[in-house]
């Protein structure tokens, strides 16, 4: 009884999917929701996304708390070899898949230095480290993960190389020197000047301008630390 069922459900899910290539998209033509713009079929008078039962007649049973996503971008795919879900999906689904050479950002909480932050479910991850370690395997030790972009919040793997602590200081050296004026003067502080140069501040024997000019930064940027603009997290 239930197996007929179970075939039936198949046949008319089947009927809708648009069954191509082995690795193509294989499109839902049958009804669509507007609210999220997925496919849905009716299973005992319940509307239930195409992808859970395609994923679930394949590949297993679905965990409600993570998300089906494509690793194709197509919302209607419903070949089982697009659907991801698993805590990979989740990763991805948090990240803004651009095209292939843009910028990926990272959709959600980030560090104060800008990285995206990911909770895989035992280590809270910088996400751009993570998209590394989905694609290119683990990271060894002592190596960073860098930026071709110097874009924090990047999880495109393709912006990103391995380097040990001195090829990631060269690197942005050489990123600084290619930079001019007074983004490069801004650039200087580091987080004991910044709490120096706040009680300094605090003094009332200095002004914004002198303090510029002991830390040969810009005056806005003595102000911005002051109001907490910038420098935020100290
Ligand atoms: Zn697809
Ligand atoms: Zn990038």
Redesign the pocket.
């Known amino acids: 009884m239930k197996e007929r069922k179970t075939i039936s459900v198949k046949n008319r899910l089947f009927n809708k999917i648009n069954i191509k290539g082995e690795n193509d998209c294989w499109p839902w033509s049958g009804y669509v929701k507007k609210q999220d713009g997925k496919g849905y079929i009716n299973i005992n008078k319940n509307p239930v996304g195409v992808q859970k039962v395609v994923y679930e007649l394949e590949k297993g049973i679905v965990d409600k708390n993570f998300p089906i996503i494509t690793s194709c971008g197509n919302k209607l795919c419903c070949n089982a070899k697009h659907l991801l879900h698993d805590i990979v999906s989740v990763f991805w689904n948090k990240v803004n898949i651009k095209e292939e050479d ?3 950002p990272w959709k959600e909480g980030a560090s104060p230095k800008g990285y995206g932050q990911f909770y895989d479910r035992k280590n809270v991850w910088r996400a751009h480290r993570y998209a590394y370690k989905i694609v290119q395997g683990d990271i060894p030790d002592k190596l960073f993960v860098c ?3 110097d ?1 924090p919040p ?1 999880c ?1 793997p ?2 990103l190389f391995l380097g040990d602590n001195q090829s990631n200081v060269d690197d942005m050296m050489n990123k600084k020197r290619k930079r001019v004026g007074s983004d490069c003067r801004n650039a200087k502080l580091n987080e004991s000047q910044v709490i120096k140069i706040r009680k300094m501040y605090k003094t009332g024997n200095y002004t914004l301008v002198s303090l510029g000019e002991l830390f040969k930064v810009d005056c806005s940027t003595i102000g911005n630390l002051i109001t907490k603009k910038t420098w935020k997290h100290i």
């Open positions: 843009d910028c990926w930026h071709t972009c874009n990047c495109n393709k912006h």
